[in-house]
């Protein structure tokens, strides 16, 4: 990442990090989209791609470049 964070919102992007390794001050990526509805997380779960917690478009198990999880992790489904 070059210093500039990719997702404003997201406290840990703002921070210049864009891992997913733990850190030691428990900051976490922060969903900067809203939680999705059933229809939503049913066409997911049918389709090979989801979004993440930023909106970024990413495998059903997987994390966008910036850190953020799949919705599908988030909660609990894969």
Known sequence: MS???R?????RCRAGDSS???RSDSL???PTEP???MAQIEAWVLDSVCDA???CQVEPDGYCPDGHPSWL???GLV
């Open 20 to 22: 997913r390794k733990p």
């Open 7 to 11: 997702d404003p919102e997201c406290l």
């Open 73 to 75: 992790l988030v909660l």
């Open 53 to 55: 917690t930023d909106g």
């Open 3 to 5: 210093g500039q964070a």
């Open 28 to 30: 976490k990526h922060t």
């Open 35 to 37: 939680r999705p509805s």
